[in-house]
């Protein structure tokens, strides 16, 4: 008999040519920073780019910690600049970090791009399942090799084009980081229960889009809300 519980049909497939919109639990991003980057004391002197940030989950957090965040997504979410992230011109060392969600099936061609644009490293959240497969680390994984994966304890759910507090999933979820300066053997790290002390009530809010397609540590001015923000949060 099929299994048709909510987390086991809560696992991500989508059609080939899908924009895999699956946004980010904003905790999952914090989680990041505070149990997995060895360099969070030096981030407010550092840029950032997402190049897939959908209504803007990520960078709002990513804002939280980084100097500046610029943020961009193939689709018009109507928060950051419309463009894509695999055909766009980017110089070499750009950024000095690039984090991002990118679509599962476009994962493997986002980090090779992210790695010749990142000065100092590059964070992937992926499912788990993403560090295998043979033809993967052939084409990925053996020439760059991650410094390490920080695989999630915790479920971290993810709903089709929206946040969902209440959701659920049976997909495994972790963070890849690639690191500049790295040599070596990679290292698996555990992310611990963390979801009660990193989440906020304000996390499920529709983040307003930047005054430019660069995101700004809380604590200055706003930008004025567009006509759907103000339908939904006026």
């Known amino acids: 008999m099929q299994n048709t519980s909510h987390a086991v049909m809560a696992q991500r497939s989508e059609a080939k040519d899908s924009l895999d919109d699956f946004p980010t639990p904003p905790w999952a991003t914090r989680a990041l920073i505070e149990h997995v980057l060895r360099s969070k004391g030096e981030l407010k002197r550092q840029t950032c780019l997402e190049p897939a940030c959908g209504a803007g989950h990520m960078s709002k957090v990513l804002a939280e910690f980084f100097g500046e965040v ?22 070499v060392n750009s950024f000095d970090w690039v984090i991002t969600n990118p679509p599962f099936r476009l994962a493997e061609e986002f980090a090779l791009r992210a790695i010749k644009v990142a000065r100092r490293g590059v964070a992937i959240l992926a499912r788990t399942v993403f560090i295998e497969s043979v033809g993967r680390y052939e084409r990925l994984f053996m020439e760059h090799t991650p410094a390490l994966f920080a695989q999630f ?22 963070w890849l980081v690639w690191e500049r300066e790295f040599k070596g053997r990679p290292e698996l790290v555990w992310i611990p229960p963390c979801r009660k002390s990193l989440e906020r009530d304000a996390d499920y809010d529709l983040p307003p889009p930047p005054a430019t397609a660069t995101a700004t540590p809380s604590g200055q001015k706003k930008p004025k809300m567009n006509k759907v923000q103000e339908s939904l949060f006026g």
């Open 70 to 91: 610029k943020s961009s997504d193939i689709h018009d979410y109507r928060y950051g600049e419309v463009q894509d992230f695999l055909k766009k011109p980017l110089a």
């Open 153 to 174: 304890t915790e479920r971290v759910p993810m709903v089709k084009g929206r946040l969902d507090r209440k959701a659920s999933t049976a997909t495994g979820y972790g």
